[in-house]
């Protein structure tokens, strides 16, 4: 089983659209959840972090189900900006501050 | 502001030839990253810091080495560069401590081996 799993995509939506991404991890010690969005060609940047069972920020809200190993990303009224990869992190166990990278989802939002 | 910046920006070597990438964070951070980022493949460990004098290999750090005199840099060195290590090289940093592990990340090197 890869340690992280993410469909690939790419989703391609509507302007205003309602997009949710879905991730499944295998190691049962990560602690702590992260997304990052990255732009074609530049660096990762954080867009959430998710310590508990979810987090919400703007337009964005993030959901972690431990039992299940499962994490989501729900982007509302999406706009041409949010087109990105979308990756699904989390770190690589307890006490530790490495971090295990999906290889992402990719959105493309549509005028 | 505080940042973490990568220099080169673009380099292009030749096979055979020792190359440094320089990575320096302004955040006063205790951990540092290397990765390498190539298609078909998410982001991949190749050697990490977590303070000064320590350095750790990740997963594929074969042909490269690093050292850690001070906090804010984290040079990257190719021993002897490869065509296989033609790759995008993206340098980050977190906290550290109980519970900060968010990683912010430099901009990258794109590096051809010729």
């Known amino acids: 089983r890869k340690e992280v799993e993410q469909d690939p995509g790419p989703f391609n939506v509507p302007e205003g659209a309602t997009v949710a991404f879905n991730c499944t991890y295998s190691?049962?010690?990560?602690?702590?959840f992260f997304w990052y969005r990255q732009d074609c060609r530049k660096e990762p940047k954080l867009l959430m972090s998710?310590?508990?069972s979810g987090n919400e920020d703007g337009r964005f809200t993030a959901q972690l189900n431990r039992a299940s190993q499962y994490i989501s990303l729900l982007i509302r009224d999406s706009k041409l900006s949010d087109s990105a990869t979308y990756l699904c992190v989390p770190d690589s166990g307890a006490g530790s501050y490495q971090l295990t990278f999906g290889k992402g989802t990719k959105l493309s939002v549509i005028p | 502001d505080a940042e973490i910046t990568q220099s080169p920006r673009h380099k292009i070597t030749e096979t055979g030839r020792q190359v440094t990438l320089a990575c320096h964070q302004t955040w006063n951070h205790n951990n540092m990253f290397w990765y390498r980022q190539d298609l078909g493949h998410g982001l991949r460990l190749i050697h990490y810091?977590?303070?000064?004098?320590?350095?750790n290999k990740g997963e594929v750090s074969d042909g490269y080495s690093v050292s850690r005199s001070n906090t804010e840099d984290l040079p990257l060195t190719l021993e002897s560069a490869a065509s296989s290590q033609t790759s995008v090289y993206f340098c980050a940093s977190s906290k550290g401590g109980s519970s900060y592990n968010e990683q912010f990340f430099g901009p990258g090197t794109r590096l051809t081996v010729l």
């Open positions: 998710v310590y508990s």
């Open positions: 810091s977590y303070g000064v004098q320590d350095t």
């Open positions: 190691n049962s010690a990560s602690q702590s």
